[in-house]
């Protein structure tokens, strides 16, 4: 298995109310007070108007069920993910739970491959390169079973996922990168990205 998946990430301009827009310059490691006012907006927003909270996952590879693809959730992805979640229910988030969420030092990545053994994807990894930098990941862990995928009973038969978490102090969020996953069988699969486009 020897993928490499294009990543295509646009610029994203929230905008929340008059004259108020915030425009993403980079994964953000420490948000200002409006960046986080904005994040939480757009989830209470998103939730009025029933759209779903993964909408703010930072997705790349394929946008198809056959190929490689996953997504990645910065900080103020999350607080959008978690603000949404909890309008659904007519909650809001907490101070502590803000809090949390914006001290995390971690990133989360998730990644969907291809194999044709339910458990193909055990003992996978997961790296994240700039340039000749090798970032090993805080954590990682696979599905120990994959589910059948959109292909079966045709190769590939399997879909797993891959997740890792990186330290925010282990990478540039603003540079150029690539994610890199090993399947246990052999072979990488490749996303390149640009997290001076994401937010």
């Known amino acids: 298995?020897?993928?490499?998946?294009?990543?295509?990430?646009?610029?994203?301009?929230?905008?929340?109310?008059?004259?108020?827009?915030?425009?993403?310059?980079?994964?953000?490691?420490?948000?200002?007070?409006?960046?986080?006012?904005?994040?939480?907006?757009?989830?209470?927003e998103a939730a009025r108007e029933q759209r779903r909270p993964d909408m703010f996952y930072v997705t790349f590879g394929a946008v198809d069920a056959l190929h490689p693809g996953g997504f990645l959730l910065t900080k103020l992805g999350s607080l959008s993910v978690m603000a949404a979640h909890l309008a659904l229910r007519g909650a809001e988030p907490s101070q502590s739970d803000i809090d949390h969420v914006i001290s995390a030092p971690t990133m989360l990545?998730?990644?969907?491959?291809?194999?044709?053994?339910?458990?193909?994807?055990?003992?996978?990894?997961?790296?994240?390169?700039?340039?000749?930098?090798?970032?090993?990941?805080?954590?990682?862990?696979?599905?120990?079973?994959a589910d059948r995928s959109a292909a079966w009973p045709n190769s590939p038969r399997f879909k797993a996922k891959v997740v890792a978490s990186f330290?925010?102090?282990?990478?540039?969020?603003?540079?150029?990168?690539?994610?890199?996953v090993f399947p246990a069988q052999g072979g990488t699969v490749t996303f390149p990205l640009d997290f001076s486009q994401i937010e």
Request: aromatic letters at 6%; a neutral charge.
């Open 109 to 145: 990545v998730s990644t969907v491959i291809l194999g044709d053994a339910p458990s193909f994807a055990v003992d996978s990894y997961m790296v994240l390169e700039q340039g000749a930098k090798t970032i090993k990941p805080a954590t990682v862990r696979v599905d120990g079973r």
């Open 1 to 44: 298995m020897n993928w490499v998946c294009t990543g295509i990430l646009a610029t994203i301009v929230v905008t929340v109310g008059p004259g108020m827009a915030v425009p993403s310059a980079a994964i953000e490691i420490e948000p200002t007070h409006t960046q986080i006012r904005v994040a939480l907006a757009r989830g209470k």
């Open 167 to 180: 330290n925010y102090a282990d990478f540039d969020p603003t540079g150029k990168a690539s994610i890199i």
